[in-house]
């Protein structure tokens, strides 16, 4: 059993904790914040970015990045970018509460969290998150830095590409694409081909000014 920190202290990395314990896959050694947030569910405190050279030196090189906002993913690139640089690895963190079926790949860094379903031929790009009870069906595209958001379904054939957001119980249907860096709001409904960047909301989705 491999060592792994999380990166960072808040809500998403809470639940990421969980994941990973239940999980047996890994041992936590703690984890890494801005700010001490004391122990998280008996994990502890390693302190701030400027500990990750001290942490790789010690053993410790599996890393997971517990930060899940939805307006930080430059954030979390530059967090990978760096940790990669000092030798840090991102294995797949996939709840052993959710459903992966045949014929489905998974990339590095990617989170699936508890009760999410990914169906057979799905593909999902890197350091990607499905959350809580999300469904991804059968021969959908995810890009990479990408969120699917509690509750969110992806129908059949659905392609959503790299740093797009699909908000909590949003529906795209079936073989619809959604181009990058896009935020589909919470409780959407995409009937037809997103091409442009910005924000959707609504049933059907319209791009707001």
Known sequence: ????????????????????????????????????????????????????????????????????????????????????????TFPPIISIDATVNEDVLIGEGTQILDGAVINSGTRIGRFSIINTKATVEHDCKVGSFCHIATGAVLSGGVEVDDFSMIGSNAVIVQYKKITSNCMIGAGAVVTKDITAEGVYVGNPARQTK
Request: no cysteine; aromatic share 6%.
């Open 1 to 88: 059993m491999g060592k792994i920190i999380v990166i960072g202290g808040g809500g998403h990395a809470k639940v990421l904790i969980s994941v990973i314990k239940k999980s047996l896959q890994f041992e936590l050694a703690g984890y890494v914040d801005i700010n001490d947030q004391g122990e998280i569910l008996g994990v502890k405190y390693l302190g701030n970015d400027s500990k990750l050279d001290e942490i790789f030196s010690k053993g410790v090189m599996n890393a997971a990045i517990g930060i899940g906002q939805i307006n930080v993913t430059q954030k979390r690139i530059n967090v990978v970018e760096n940790m990669k640089n000092i030798g840090f």
